[in-house]
Nanobody, 115 residues
Framework: QVQLVESGGGLVQAGGSLTLSCAAS????????MRWYRQAPGSQRELVAT???????NYADSVKGRFTISNDDAKNTVYLQMNSLKSEDTAIYYC?????????WGQGTQVTVSS
């Protein structure tokens, strides 16, 4: 079964940058959108960014202007460039491939921003 493998999380100081990657272990067809979610302790999972198959993107208000989602179709990989990180960005970040008919999830990668 195809899995999503995330990387790039870690500890960074406030104001710093990180880039998350999420790659599929095998081919996935009919991907409608790739998304990044995050979940902080004691909070619900939050949609952070979306990139659709046609290339359009959306961001949560809390990350607009700081985060950039991009993808490489040939590699079935999605990225999340995170700049000007804040302590409130601390969370486990999950990638999601919304394909037809299956939705795939990564295992999560921890991002910790120290103030």
């Amino acid at each position: 079964q195809v899995q999503l493998v995330e990387s790039g999380g870690g500890l960074v100081q406030a104001g710093g940058s990180l880039t998350l990657s999420c790659a599929a272990s095998g081919p996935i067809v009919n991907i409608n959108a790739m998304r990044w979610y995050r979940q902080a302790p004691g909070s619900q999972r939050e949609l952070v960014a979306t990139i659709r198959s046609i290339g359009t993107t959306n961001y949560a208000d809390s990350v607009k202007g700081r985060f950039t989602i991009s993808n490489d179709d040939a590699k079935n990989t999605v990225y999340l460039q995170m700049n000007s990180l804040k302590s409130e960005d601390t969370a486990i970040y999950y990638c999601n491939f919304l394909a037809d008919p299956t939705s795939y999830w990564g295992q999560g990668t921890q991002v910790t921003v120290s103030s």
